[in-house]
């Protein structure tokens, strides 16, 4: 199953590395707010391929997360993994740390509601624009396709 998904894996990190490297799409607007609420800003390193869920039945479906990492993330990666590990100042690491940390946070604002009025889909809509970033990924992703499909032909 991962075969069969790493053709469209492959097309998405090309997609990201445009959109948040080239373009830099999280520190314009709209997108500024989803930036800074979730903590993403600065250069845009890697994207993470995880394949993890609680509820993934490797027999039958596969199921990946692709975040976009960015220098903000990197950064408390580190600091996370300095609070732990004091004896190594030079050290990096702390990311698995870090993930577990952003997947509380967004269980709290599932369950306890995100801070201010509104709750968590009506911010994805409206605050952070989700479904603009979404058109605009798919956007490209297509023009990517498309592109690949151009060259494959060309002699």
């Not at 990197?74 to 993930?99: A, F």
């Not at 490209?140 to 002699?155: D, E, F, I, Q």
Request: net charge positive; aromatic share 10%; hydrophobic share 35%.
């Amino acid at each position: 199953m991962f075969r069969s998904a790493a053709d469209l894996i492959e097309d998405v990190l090309e997609v990201f590395k445009n959109v948040f490297g080239k373009e830099k799409l999280h520190a314009r607007a709209p997108f500024q707010k989803l930036a800074e609420d979730t903590y993403s800003y600065g250069k845009y390193i890697k994207t993470l391929i995880l394949r993890t869920s609680a509820d993934d039945d490797p027999d039958t479906k596969i199921k990946f997360h692709l975040v976009p990492y960015f220098e903000s993330n990197q950064v408390d990666c580190h600091k996370h993994y300095h609070s732990l590990h004091r004896d190594h100042p030079n050290e990096k690491g702390g990311m698995i740390g870090w993930l577990g940390e952003r997947e509380t946070q967004l269980d709290n604002w599932l369950v306890d509601g995100f801070p201010g009025p509104l709750i968590l889909d009506q911010i994805g809509r409206d605050v952070w624009k989700l479904p603009e970033l979404a058109k605009r990924l798919t956007q490209l992703g297509l023009a990517n396709k498309a592109l690949k499909r151009r060259t494959k032909r060309a002699p």
